[in-house]
């Protein structure tokens, strides 16, 4: 490898890092920095695979796989947390606001526990009824 191509490698990498932070810091959104973050340590690893070729040292193979794994295990673990509810269910709820929740909950359930009595009553009814005119 001449010394153009690994100083031209080098300044794309610090170019491609830079703009990384730049994104990581302004966001807007968690998918964003996530994804700003895989650029850095992508970056990191092509940095270090870089040092690896020009110098011919192979004893930086298992950091560059520890650097992989590290910043693969990051991302699927943001990725998961992040995608895992809407930004309301994320929300820490207040005492009141989970009461009121709970409330919620129970109502429905006993409205839907009334019906299902109610529809169901009237229904066993029906069939009980049929039931003695066929028999008798």
Request: proline residues 1%; hydrophobic residues 50%.
């Amino acid at each position: 490898m001449t010394l153009w191509v690994a100083v031209a490698c080098g300044i794309m990498l610090t170019i491609g890092a830079v703009c990384a932070f730049v994104r990581a810091e302004r966001g807007p959104s968690m998918l964003d920095r996530v994804v700003a973050v895989d650029v850095v340590v992508a970056s990191v690893l092509a940095t270090v695979a870089l040092v690896s070729a020009w110098t011919g040292r192979v004893d930086l193979v298992p950091v560059l796989v520890v650097l992989a794994l590290v910043g693969f295990t990051g991302s699927v673990t943001v990725a998961r947390f992040a995608a895992a509810d809407s930004d309301d269910d994320r929300r820490i709820l207040s005492r009141e606001e989970a009461r009121e929740l709970e409330r919620a909950r129970r109502e429905a359930e006993l409205a839907e526990a009334e019906e299902r009595r109610s529809g169901s009553g009237g229904s066993s009814a029906t069939v009980g009824r049929e039931q003695q005119e066929g028999g008798s």
